[in-house]
């Protein structure tokens, strides 16, 4: 035998991208202990998750906040709560991505201030807010301020962070949750560059930026994407993702450095598609989504994060996410892929594919300039219903069985899973006891802030200048500066500019979007106009009026919608008025509406404190024939609690049979006001 030769002119190993995993949680104090355990652990980026109250400007002691503090993310009301988060973690070394859009100028000022007092060169500070707030006006509903205002802190920011923090990322075009909210690869493609198309306008409209660094403001400009696990397509949608924005980034803004021109981009990969039942089957479904991103070296993330295999029965546990990371790392140190060029160079398949996803993106994208641009199509409603409907089409696939999905709709037989024999402990809880730490926290800020130690400037003048610039046209974020500086929390500072921009409630997409299901004579959905016609003929109305309630802050509307648009299709008449109202608004709407029953959708672990409110304030106003029904991310313990406190029913997202939870709605309607059960033969 002759023995092997080393490769003539063997290549260097590609680096790895970016390793992160999304986190925060509870309080600063524990989410610090969770980074610096994580770093140990190898991970090579932080990513910071903030709370529902955070990212849309309360306080946690706001009426909103309630059973949100601490849920989906860490609370940061002021300069205290962010020293706390980043003790002991040098963030001049760090490459730290923050997932903020609303307030992502206060995030990044309190940033900034705690790197200062470390003694950071802020020239030197790695990192990214996200900072995309047409996304939350169609998919996540963080927003808080309307289109303009919203757009004008994004170039606020730009602009500053080119000048002064030349490394940070001041934008992360978000299309992750876009595809969650039902988008195609084209939508997201489309929608996300119409998106970046729409921000470097501003900025190069603005005149803060000089036009001989405006190749500084594009190669800042990254994009967050998500990717399912139809790997090969998705592959194929990084790739035309770059191939536009280099078009876009040479023929619209004329950028001749093709460094400035590179697609950049980090990537979660798909939360949508984990699955509450069989949940095992989730650690392969990332296993092929992060394939996705990382197999084409030309169409290869920057960095990569995972969601945890449990993450669709609650909060992931710590070993639940180093699981993730350990996937990472395992392609990454132990396969051979690094050590390659692009695999796919060459493929007649993987061409004609990314061909045709540039060919029709570039058309959605040029029918949104048409109209306007991102913002205007925001304002219309035609992006919302678009996705809306998008969405419901695939819901509608999965209820026929055309798109299988394993453990949900086909080969649903399963042996007992060890790995949530006690989901008590599959999943990280949150101790309620925590918001009442974080606001006495808070109320003592707000108590001490101008005495020593910190001797903060009374925050009522910075917040006076905050509003002055946000009426005139100065870069807002010397004023936010001042404002972090001088102790002011996160609530003060975007009511200070509440007052001055007033706030938007984007369109839900809700009454625009068509019908997914045709109701043909015989068919699941047909049977279910029938018991809805009958009980209404029962009980002497004209029409079922089904009140849909998003309480809390909780953004993530996809399921409400469609719920609320089947409904509709079932012959209900509907009530949806969106996101982020309160128990109380839901319970006056649903009397001044006079509705037959109230569906309360909570994916952010608030449903605990929320609906029961609900439930009681009916029973004061003496409406207890309205049934109540909740669905979301809701642990069995949970369920049962709503149960004997009295809602009718709960869904979780196990129960992906929408025409069939519409058939319970009208059966609960029909106990509650004491007719007998409806039998529609099939």
């Given amino acids: 035998m002759t023995e092997r030769q080393p490769a003539e002119g063997k290549r260097e190993k590609d680096r790895p991208w970016l390793m992160r995993t999304y986190a925060g949680h509870s309080t600063a104090e524990a989410s610090n202990e969770l980074y610096r355990r994580n770093l140990a652990k190898g991970q090579t980026g932080l990513s910071v998750a903030f709370d529902l109250p955070t990212q849309t400007g309360y306080d946690s002691d706001h009426i909103l906040a309630r059973g949100e503090v601490g849920r989906v993310g860490v609370p940061i009301a002021h300069l205290g709560d962010m020293r706390r988060l980043f003790q002991d973690i040098p963030l001049e070394q760090m490459n730290t991505s923050m997932t903020i859009n609303a307030t992502a100028m206060w995030l990044l000022a309190l940033y900034q201030v705690v790197a200062e007092e470390q003694g950071a060169d802020i020239t030197k500070l790695q990192g990214t807010t996200q900072n995309d707030i047409v996304k939350e006006y169609l998919s996540r509903g963080t927003h808080v301020f309307p289109p303009g205002p919203s757009l004008r802190l994004t170039t606020d920011m730009i602009a500053y962070t080119v000048s002064h923090i030349p490394k940070w990322n001041p934008i992360n075009i978000c299309s992750y949750h876009l595809q969650e909210a039902g988008a195609t690869p084209v939508q997201e493609i489309a929608y996300a560059m119409s998106t970046a198309i729409a921000v470097l306008d501003a900025v190069r409209d603005s005149g803060q930026v000089p036009a001989e660094k405006f190749g500084d403001v594009v190669a ?82 920057r960095a990569v994060q995972l969601p945890a295999w449990n993450e669709a029965l609650g909060l992931p546990r710590p070993w639940d996410q180093q699981w993730s990371l350990r996937i990472q790392q395992v392609l990454a140190h132990e396969s051979d892929l690094l050590e390659y060029e692009d695999i796919f160079e060459g493929s007649h398949v993987i061409e004609a594919k990314v061909e045709k996803l540039v060919e029709e993106s570039l058309a959605e994208i040029e ?206 008449e509907v009530v949806y008025q969106g ?90 309607i029909r106990k509650a006001n004491k007719l007998d059960p409806l039998e529609v033969p099939a």
């Fill in 220 to 301: 800042r400009i990254s994009f967050f994407v998500n990717a399912g696990v139809r790997f090969i397509e998705e592959m194929c949608k990084m790739r035309a993702f770059g191939r536009i924005w280099e078009k876009v980034t040479l023929e619209r803004y004329g950028i001749e450095n093709p460094k400035q021109r590179r697609f950049r981009y980090g990537v979660q990969v798909n939360s949508l598609g984990l699955t509450e039942a069989q949940p095992e089957n989730n650690v392969q479904r990332i296993v092929l989504e992060m394939l996705a991103v990382t197999l084409s070296k030309d169409a290869r993330a």
């Fill in 367 to 572: 029918r949104i300039q048409e109209m306007g641009g991102a913002m205007a199509a925001v304002e219309s409603g035609y992006l919302k219903s678009q996705l809306v409907s998008s969405h419901a089409e695939r819901r509608a696939r999965i209820e026929s069985g055309q798109e299988k999905i394993i453990g949900v709709n086909i080969f649903e037989t399963t042996e007992p899973n060890p790995l949530t024999a006690d989901l008590d402990t599959a999943i990280q809880t949150v101790d309620p006891a925590v918001e009442a730490r974080v606001i006495a926290g808070l109320e003592h800020w707000r108590d001490t802030r101008y005495q020593p130690p910190f001797n903060h400037p009374r925050p009522c003048k910075a917040l006076e200048k905050l509003k002055e610039a946000a009426k005139g046209t100065d870069n807002l974020m010397e004023a936010t500066l001042e404002c972090a500086r001088a102790g002011v929390t996160t609530g003060e500072w975007a009511g200070a500019l509440r007052e001055v921009f007033g706030e938007f409630r984007a369109p839900t997409g809700v009454s625009s979007a068509p019908v997914a299901i045709p109701a043909e004579e015989g068919s699941a959905l047909s049977q279910v106009r029938r018991k809805v016609d009958l009980t209404a003929q029962d009980m002497g109305v004209g029409k079922l009026r089904f009140l849909v309630g998003k309480p809390g802050l909780d953004g993530h509307s996809n399921g409400a919608e469609q719920i609320a648009v089947r409904a509709r299709d079932a012959g209900f």
């Fill in 579 to 668: 996101i982020r109202l309160t128990p109380e608004q839901i319970t006056d709407a649903a009397l001044a509406e006079d509705v037959h029953a109230v569906g309360l959708s909570i994916l952010s672990g608030s449903h605990a404190q929320l609906v029961p409110d609900v439930l009681e304030r009916l029973r004061v106003a003496g409406a207890t024939d309205i049934p109540v029904i909740a669905g979301g991310i809701i642990p069995n313990g949970d369920a049962e609690q709503l149960r004997a406190a009295g809602v009718a029913a709960v869904f979780t997202p196990k129960d992906f049979d929408i025409t069939g939870i519409i058939g319970r709605i009208v059966d609960e």
